[in-house]
């Protein structure tokens, strides 16, 4: 069973950039496709970015200016970079693999503050 | 967006009895939706996708069904650790969109 793990580092200051790695053992991250979703405390789900076998992506509309998903198959693990991080950035912070997010990881919370 | 309202908010029964929950798409998104269940201080996890296919692992007790935009999540007979908010999410269109979720809670 594939295992996913993000990490990150739980506090960036405002205007910053946040950067998230999401490790994928016992298991390949290529042949796949890759997802960033997060959850907002107390609130719903939302998905934010993509990336697929050829690694071709797609973002959110509202957030993919400051928005970059990548994969590095040599470290096997799955990358996303949040520009100009504001409050409404804070959030559980999620990877999940394939179209239909079979497998998520335990997320990695987040919080926008100086 | 494909905007996705799912009923009701919340949904109180007891263990035993059966659970409807339902998916409304703003357009169709065929057969393209999925179901998440996610208790609390976990993530989410895959019930159902492409409408009605049980992923690997979960009961049969859950069942999807629908089209176009018309989507229901059922569980049968409530078992306690079925206790939790569900999620659609649809995959027909980018962005993918997700639905507010319905919590089942314990009556």
């Known amino acids: ?114 | 967006d494909i905007v996705l309202t799912q009923s009701p908010a919340t949904l109180s029964l007891s263990p035993g009895e059966r659970a409807t929950l339902s998916c409304r798409a703003s357009q169709s998104v065929s057969s393209y939706l999925a179901w998440y269940q996610q208790k609390p201080g976990q993530a989410p996890r895959l019930l159902i996708f492409y409408s009605s296919i049980r992923a690997t692992g979960i009961p049969a007790r859950f069942s999807g069904s629908g089209s176009g935009t018309d989507f229901t999540l059922t569980i049968s007979t409530l078992e306690p650790e079925d206790f939790a908010v569900y999620y659609c999410q649809q995959r027909s269109n980018w962005p993918r969109t997700f639905g507010q979720g319905t919590k089942v809670e314990i009556k």
């Open chain 1, 1 to 114: 069973q594939v295992q996913l793990q993000e990490s990150g580092p739980g506090l960036v200051k405002p205007s910053e950039t946040l950067s998230l790695t999401c490790t994928v053992s016992d298991g390949s991250i290529s042949g796949y496709s890759w997802s960033w979703i997060r959850q907002s405390p107390g609130k719903g789900l939302e998905w934010i970015a993509y990336i697929d076998y050829r690694e071709s992506t797609d973002y959110d509309p509202s957030l993919k200016s400051r928005l970059t998903i990548s994969i590095d198959t040599s470290k096997n693990n799955l990358s996303l970079k949040l520009s100009s991080v504001t409050t409404a950035d804070t959030a559980v912070y999620y990877c999940a693999r394939g179209p239909h997010l079979d497998n998520w990881g335990q997320g990695t919370l987040v919080t926008v503050s100086s």
